[in-house]
C-alpha cells in the first residue's frame, strides 16, 4: 500500500506522455473492388504481442522479423475485417517492409483485398492489439480517387463505414472530366498543334495572296469544321486504344504527334498545303487520340465504369479545347486585317511553332532531354 | 551499447515514410527489454503467466496492473499505462466495477489527463470504501493540478487517520507550498524524512517535492541537495530527471544537462530538455533533435492526443521562437492543469507575445492563493504596470 501511496502521488505531476502510446497507421487505397493496403505496427508491440525477439537478446533483428512475416500478416490480418456489403474481402499480404517513425521501427506490412464486386460500402472492424493495450490506436487513412478519409479505431469505436459507391460515380465523372481539360492545356503540343491549324482560318487565299476572310461567319465555319476534324479524329483512336483494339508503343506515339506539329508549322508557308488543312487535321487527329489514350491509361481506369471515363475524359479535352478557340478566334478575327497579323503572326508564328516541335521531336524520337517543356 | 543503439535509432525517424527492406539479416531494427536481465520485466512477465493460468484472479491483476503502471512511471512511456487498463478491461466491463481496479483506472485517467473522468471513478470508490486512502492521495493530486487547492486540502485530511503520519503530512505541504505557506512546508517534510519507516520510494516522492519547491523559493543550495539526495536514491525517475533538469537549465548549466540527458532520448519530455541545453550551448544537435521532436508532437496529434499540451507549448515558444501559437497553446493548457509550470509557460508565451490580457489569469491566481515562486514573480514583474 506504501509503496503505491507514493507512486501516485508522483504520478500526478509527471509529464505524461512521452515516449508515445502505441499506434498503428493503417493505410487503404480503394480501386474498384480492390483494396491496396499499407499498415504499419511497432515491432515493439508486436513483440510483445506474438514475441519477436526469438533469441531473447533484447535486439530485434531483420532476420528475426523477415521469419516472422507469416506470423505476424496472420496475426495482423486476423484482427481486420474488411466487408464489401455483406461479404468479406479476403487479404493477400505478399511482403513486409520495415520503416522508422517517431518511436521506433516498424514493419510495413502490404497486402491487397479482393471483394466480389465493386465496392460500394465498406465496413471495417479492427481488433488488433486492444486486448493487449487498452489505449492502442488505429489510424485510418483511405483514399479513393482523389478522395482521402481519415479515421481512428479505437477500444470504444473498432467499426467504421465508409460509403464509397453511387455519389462517386458523379466525383468519377467530374475527375476525369477535369483530367482531360488540365491536359490539353498542359499537353502543349495538342495546343500548338491546334493553333497552327487554325492561324489561316481568318484569311483567305485569293490570287496566290493572303487576303482577310471577308466576315465573322466564313471564319467561324473554318474554324469549326477544323476543331470538328480533330475531335472526330481524336475520338476515334482514343476510343479504339482505351478498349484494348489498337496499341502502339508511346515512343512512337509521342515522336509522331511531335512531327504533326512540325507539319502543321510547315504547312501554313505552303499554301497548297492550306488547302487541304482539313484532311491533314483528320489525319494527324488520329496520332494525338493515342497520345490521349497513354494519359488516360495512366489515371487507371475503372473496370466497371469504363465507358464512363472515356466519354467523361473526352468531353473534357473538348472543353479545354473550345476554351482556347473561343480565345483564339475573337483575337485573330480582330487582328486579321493587320500587316502584323499576316506576316509576323503567321509566318514567324509557323515557323516558330515548327522549329520548336523539331526539337520535340528530336528529343522524343531519340529519347534526349533537351529542354524542360 | 544500448545507449549507442537507442542514438542511432532516432535519427532515420526524420527520414521516416519510405519503406524500405534491410539488406542483412544481423541489422537491429529495434530494442526491447531483454527479460533476463531486467527484474521488473521478469516481475511483469510472471505476473502475466499466473493471469493466464487463473484469468478470473484479479488479486494478480491488480498487481500486474500497478507494476504496469509503475514502469510506466520510471520509463516515462505511455505503452505500459494501456496495457495495465487491458489487464484491468474483463473487470471494467462489469455493471459495476470493483473498486480496486477503479482506482487504477482512475491513476491511468489521471495520467492521460482526463482529469473529470478520473474523479468520477474516485468518487465510486471513496463511495464504496470510504477508508481507501490511495483514493483520497490520488484525489487529493488531482485537485492540486487543477488549482482548486482547498479540495485538494480536504481530500488529504483523511489520510492524518488513514495513513502514515508522513503521507498525510506529505500531502499537506505539497499544496500548502503553492498557497502562501512555503516555509512551513518545507519544515513539515524535512521532519517527513526523519520518521522511521519511510521507505526508499516515500522518500524519492518527498525529496521530489522539497526540492522543487526550495527552487521555486529561490534557495538554490537547498534545491540542489535535495535532487541529489533524490538521485542518489538510485530509482530510475523520470519526473525527477525532469525536474532537475529544468532546476539546472534555470541555473544556465546546459552542459551538465546534455550530460545527464543524453541518453535519455526516447523519452519526449526529457528530450525537449535535452534539445533546450544543445540550443542554450549552439551545439548543432539541437537542429536534428527540434526536427524529431515536431515530428513527435505532429504524431500525438494525429492520434487525437492532448497530453502533451504542456511541452509543446514549450517546444513552441524556446525552439520554434513562435510565442503567438505558443501562447494559444499555453492558454489551451492552462485550461486543464494549473501547476508552476504551466503558469511560467503562460506568463512567458504572454510576455513574449506581448499580451498582458492574456497573462491577466494567472496573475490573479498567483494572488489569489499567494504562490511562491520567485520565477513567477520575476516574471509578473516585467508586465508594463496596468493603468488603471
Known amino acids: 500500500m506504501r509503496l503505491i501511496l507514493a507512486i501516485a502521488m508522483l504520478l500526478l505531476s509527471a509529464p505524461a506522455w512521452a515516449h508515445k502510446p502505441s499506434d498503428s497507421l493503417l493505410s487503404l487505397t480503394v480501386q474498384h473492388d480492390r483494396i491496396e493496403g499499407r499498415w504499419d505496427i511497432a515491432l515493439r508491440d508486436l513483440d510483445d504481442a506474438i514475441g519477436l525477439d526469438a533469441d531473447g537478446d533484447g535486439a530485434i533483428t531483420w532476420g528475426e522479423v523477415r521469419t516472422a512475416h507469416e506470423k505476424i500478416a496472420a496475426y495482423a490480418l486476423s484482427r481486420l475485417t474488411v466487408t464489401s456489403g455483406e461479404t468479406g474481402c479476403p487479404a493477400q499480404a505478399p511482403r513486409h517492409l520495415i520503416d522508422h517513425h517517431t518511436d521506433g521501427a516498424y514493419a510495413v506490412l502490404l497486402f491487397t483485398m479482393i471483394c466480389p464486386a465493386t465496392i460500394d460500402t465498406l465496413r471495417t472492424e479492427y481488433r488488433l492489439l486492444f486486448d493487449l493495450d487498452a489505449q492502442h490506436k488505429g489510424l485510418l487513412r483511405l483514399t479513393h480517387g482523389q478522395e482521402t478519409t481519415s479515421a481512428i479505431f479505437s477500444q470504444e469505436s473498432p467499426s467504421q463505414q465508409f460509403k464509397i459507391g453511387d455519389i462517386s460515380l458523379w466525383r468519377q465523372s467530374r475527375q476525369y472530366i477535369r483530367e482531360g481539360i488540365w491536359h490539353i492545356w498542359l499537353g502543349y503540343d495538342h495546343v500548338l498543334f491546334l493553333l497552327a491549324l487554325l492561324l489561316p482560318a481568318v484569311l483567305r487565299r485569293v490570287a496566290g495572296r493572303w487576303e482577310p476572310t471577308p466576315d465573322f461567319l466564313s471564319a467561324f465555319w473554318e474554324v469549326l469544321a477544323i476543331v470538328t476534324a480533330f475531335t472526330i479524329a481524336h475520338s476515334i483512336t482514343l476510343g479504339l486504344a482505351t478498349v484494348g483494339l489498337i496499341a502502339l508503343p508511346s515512343r512512337l506515339v509521342e515522336s509522331a504527334i511531335a512531327a504533326s506539329v512540325v507539319f502543321a508549322g510547315i504547312s501554313n508557308l505552303h499554301p497548297t498545303l492550306v488547302q487541304r488543312r482539313r484532311l491533314v487535321t483528320f489525319l494527324f487527329g488520329l496520332i494525338h487520340g493515342f497520345g490521349f489514350a497513354s494519359v488516360l491509361s495512366d489515371l487507371g481506369l475503372p473496370r466497371g465504369s469504363l465507358a464512363l471515363s472515356l466519354v467523361s475524359f473526352n468531353l473534357g479535352v473538348e472543353v479545354g479545347q473550345l476554351a482556347i478557340v473561343a480565345t483564339f478566334l475573337p483575337l485573330a478575327y480582330g487582328l486579321r486585317k493587320s500587316w502584323t497579323y499576316q506576316r509576323l503572326v503567321l509566318v514567324s508564328g509557323s515557323l516558330g511553332i515548327a522549329v520548336l516541335a523539331c526539337a520535340w521531336l528530336i528529343e522524343r524520337a531519340l529519347d534526349l532531354k533537351l529542354f524542360p517543356l | ?388
Open chain 2, 1 to 388: 551499447m544500448i545507449a549507442t543503439g537507442w542514438l542511432a535509432l532516432s535519427i532515420p525517424s526524420l527520414t521516416s515514410g519510405e519503406p524500405f527492406l534491410p539488406q542483412q539479416d544481423a541489422q537491429v531494427l529495434e530494442r526491447v527489454s531483454v527479460k533476463a536481465a531486467n527484474p521488473v520485466a521478469r516481475e511483469i512477465s510472471a505476473l502475466r503467466t499466473s493471469l493466464v493460468h487463473d484469468p478470473q484472479d484479479i488479486g494478480v491483476a491488480v498487481a500486474l496492473a500497478t507494476k504496469l503502471i509503475e514502469q510506466s512511471r520510471s520509463e516515462g512511456d505511455p505503452r505500459f499505462l494501456g496495457q495495465a487498463q487491458a489487464v484491468l478491461n474483463p473487470w471494467l466491463n462489469h455493471a459495476t466495477p470493483p473498486p480496486s481496479a477503479l482506482l487504477l483506472r482512475a491513476m491511468i485517467r489521471q495520467h492521460a489527463h482526463e482529469f473529470d473522468l478520473a474523479l468520477a471513478d474516485l468518487d465510486v470508490v471513496l463511495g464504496l470504501e470510504p477508508t481507501n486512502a490511495q483514493a483520497w492521495l490520488t484525489r487529493a493530486s488531482i485537485y492540486q493540478v487543477q488549482g482548486q487547492y482547498e479540495d485538494a486540502r480536504r481530500a488529504c485530511q483523511p489520510l492524518l487517520r488513514l495513513a502514515g503520519r508522513h503521507v498525510a503530512h506529505t500531502c499537506l505541504a505539497d499544496i500548502a507550498s503553492l498557497s502562501g505557506q512555503a516555509t512551513m512546508s518545507r519544515e513539515m517534510l524535512t521532519s517527513s524524512l526523519e520518521r522511521p519507516g519511510v521507505s526508499a520510494r516515500e522518500r524519492l516522492w518527498i525529496l521530489t517535492i522539497l526540492a522543487e519547491m526550495t527552487a521555486r523559493t529561490g534557495d538554490v543550495k537547498a534545491a540542489e541537495k535535495h535532487f541529489l539526495e533524490a538521485q542518489g536514491l538510485g530509482i530510475k525517475d523520470h519526473y525527477l530527471l525532469g525536474a532537475y533538469a529544468d532546476f539546472l537549465l534555470d541555473q544556465g548549466r546546459a552542459q551538465e544537462i546534455v550530460t545527464l540527458l543524453q541518453r535519455e532520448t526516447r523519452a519526449d519530455g526529457l528530450l525537449l530538455r535535452l534539445t533546450l541545453a544543445e540550443q542554450a550551448l549552439h551545439l548543432s544537435a539541437s537542429k536534428d533533435h527540434t526536427a524529431e521532436l515536431a515530428a513527435r508532437f505532429a504524431a500525438a496529434r494525429e492520434r487525437g492526443n492532448r497530453v502533451h499540451v504542456r511541452e509543446e507549448a514549450r517546444f513552441t515558444l524556446a525552439l520554434l521562437h513562435d510565442p503567438q501559437a505558443a501562447l494559444t497553446l499555453a492558454q489551451a493548457n492552462w485550461e486543464i492543469q494549473k501547476e508552476p509550470w504551466d503558469a511560467r509557460l503562460l506568463l512567458e508565451s504572454a510576455l513574449t507575445a506581448g499580451s498582458r490580457n492574456a497573462a491577466r489569469p494567472v496573475i490573479d491566481w498567483l494572488n489569489t492563493n499567494r504562490v511562491e515562486d520567485r520565477k513567477l514573480q520575476q516574471l509578473v514583474a516585467q508586465f508594463p504596470k496596468e493603468q488603471s
